[in-house]
């Protein structure tokens, strides 16, 4: 017994003293970002262990400035916390910070890297996003996604104008969405309580809460092999049924293909591959296979869907709080729009419709922190050395409440994007960055943006949304997983105007 306690004991001097002899030659060679002292190997557990990890970390850069270091269990992050080094690392670094980490759940999710959202920079990922850009441009050509937006938002509106007590919005906003992503994407209308489009639904909502609340296997990616978690076995099973739909629903539209009929995202993509395929670029092509369009559906349906439908959720909350700017956006809408339908048309004239989302998607935070950066070579950012192969978060809340970027940043204030005509100014503040920048920029803002418009202006021009009598809002916002925000759940009343 006294030999393997002294055993034990040499064995951690030893990896104590290796640790420290790394840290002192790292530090001897590069001059890192500051950041609060923690525990080796165990790191800042406090942070990381929070569900508002986004905002003890703006709290941090307060003290420590804009470049953060923090450790989760013995890896070093940096957190970027305004737009002066957000711009400076993902638009004139270039490429510096466009890679992505390793993680055991982001293996699981991309299978193996074949994403665009989670595989990390390389010339197969730079095809992969040109075919996907291709892709949505393809779609945004006609009038698909118009009309897809006013036949969906139709039966949906009329279900929420049957309900005669107060209800939660959520309920009808998160079966809308997810019913025209599921058109959008495989070009089927379904029935308002179609069970395929409730899995998803499902699906989805255990994917962000058990990826939200962390798992052991991305801190020890060997468990997964050795003795995985239960969390992570769940996980597993839930992403193979998400993938095997998404592989038939895959199929199905290349057994149908026809050349030059465009009826929805999947045909848009496999036009771009077959546009690719007459270039002759038949090495790149070997790399991208059926699996990779797979994983682009993935990308572009779930990252659209939460994007979407929390955002109109932040949006309904803000016009009940502000009913006073629910009229302005109602005024709008009847003079620009009359009795027609809000369409593409319209987008360019609803200045303070579209000010609404834009400060909506400010300060409703759908993302605290966004997918981890990885950098893949040595670089700087706001005077510190970044190593290769580290992992950067951009802290969006933190952006988004900056002072030095936004007066009163807590206020719901669409007049920030107006000049002095009312008119939507032309370029958006700096930090102002709901989709990110850079290499990394989110492939589907170019759809997000008018969609999300379309459904906010459909529902004013139909519906007064208010609280109940006597109910004010709450204030409150709950976590639901990695610094997403949503308002705690509220009830309202809608009144036809129509």
Known sequence: MINISLDTQTVLAGVSMGLVVFYVIKRMRYRLPPGPWCIPLIG???VYSSNGMHRKIAELSKVYGPVVRLSFGPTSMIFLNDAEVVLEAMVKKKADFAGRPKFASGEMFSEGGKDIALSTYSPTWKYHRKIAGKAI?????????????QNNMDKFLDKMAEEKDPFIIRNHVDLMVYHQL?????GEKRAIDDPEVKTFLELDEALIKDFGTGLLEDIVPYLKDI??????????????????????????????FEPGINRDFIDSLLISRQEAENEGDEETLEKLDDTHLVQT????FFAGVDTTRFSIDWFVYFMTKHPEIQSKCQEEIDRVV??????????????????????????????????????ICDSQVGGYDIPKGTTVFINFWALHHDTKSWKEPEKFHPYRYLDENGKFKPAKPDSWLPFSAGRRVCLGETIAKPEILLMCAN????????????????PECKMTGFGIELPSDYKIVVKERI
């Not at 599921?182 to 495989?186: A, L, Q, S």
């Not at 003795?227 to 539209?253: C, E, G, V």
């Not at 303070?352 to 950066?373: D, K, S, Y």
């Open 182 to 186: 599921y058109t959008m994407c495989f």
């Open 459 to 474: 529902l004013l021009q139909r519906f007064e949304i208010r609280l109940p009598d006597g109910v004010k809002p709450n």
């Open 44 to 46: 800042h557990y406090k």
């Open 227 to 256: 003795y995985p978690t239960t969390r992570w076995k769940n996980l597993s099973s839930k992403m193979d049924t998400l993938l095997n739909i998404l592989r038939a629903k895959f199929k199905q539209h290349v057994d149908k």
């Open 338 to 375: 009359g009795t027609e339908r809000p369409s593409m048309k319209h987008r360019d004239t609803l200045h303070f419709t579209e000010a609404c989302m834009f400060e909506t998607m400010r300060l409703g935070n759908v993302a605290g922190l966004g997918a981890p950066h990885m950098t």
């Open 137 to 149: 441009r393809h779609y945004l050509q006609g009038d698909l996604l118009e009309k897809m937006i």
């Open 297 to 300: 559906i993935s990308d572009i």
